[in-house]
């Protein structure tokens, strides 16, 4: 069994047949997604997926290649329209927004693949990210008014200190594409993080990194979550990663939730483990 970062959480039960952190029990959900599902044509990529996230929570959300996780993600965050179901966002229905509208909300993603802005520098790609806070009109930007450099500063001060959290910084004037792989994905973390989510979604944020840099990683999305007091759900395949600082954890199969619980329940289920290894061979 991986070793945890942190004692473990008591999960306790909430209304809705769903468990979140004791600390998170006397708030509402950040986010309930309640029988979730999308069709392509005649296929069924997600169906009844229902799942509740408590306001601080470090959840996971696991399973096999092809298992329907980054197809959640696109649903949560408006990619994708749902075909049925209901998304709450601290209690408010996200039918009918877009990506942007959902961005504004206080959901914020990172990406399977890193979509950083190469040719710009690290700190303009966080500047990016900053649409939420950060705003000047048009005809300001063009003609650079007073307000236009107010607000630059801001933004400026603003990058530096959401770039301290990995200790990259100094890494403000390098160009987004010349990083090494880890460090892109530190920097698509910190984009996400300007948009002031309540709710941060991580696509498979240790792809590619050697164990030092998961074992960094691990806390600082530790670090993230209390010193944002937001809350994170992940996907991803290294399972020390997720049984490490994970809370919950829902397991999707063919686009299916097969199973929810602690990481020590979840790691015992053996439907989890079936999907995982296979089922054994009687005989």
Known sequence: MAKRFSPETKMVPFPSNAIVPERDMDSRPILEARNLGIDFGGLTAVEDFNVVVGRTEICGLIGPNGAGKTTVFNLLTKVYQPTRGTILLDGRDTYGMNTSQVSSAGIARTFQNIRLFDNLTVEDNVKLGLHNEIKYGMLGGILRMPGYWKQEKIAHQRALE??????????????????????????????????????????????????????????????????????????????????GICEGIAVLNFGRIIAKGTPAEVQSNPAVIEAYLGKKKEG
């Open 162 to 243: 959401l770039l301290s959290i990995f200790d990259m910084q100094d890494m403000a004037d390098q160009k987004a594409g010349s990083l090494p792989y880890g460090a892109q994905r530190r920097l698509e973390i910190v984009r996400a993080l300007g948009t002031n989510p309540s709710l941060l979604l991580l696509d498979e944020p240790a792809a590619g990194m050697n164990p030092s840099e998961t074992a960094e990683l691990m806390e600082n999305i530790i670090k993230i979550r209390d010193m944002f007091q937001i809350a994170i759900m992940l996907i991803e395949h290294d399972m020390n990663l997720v049984m």
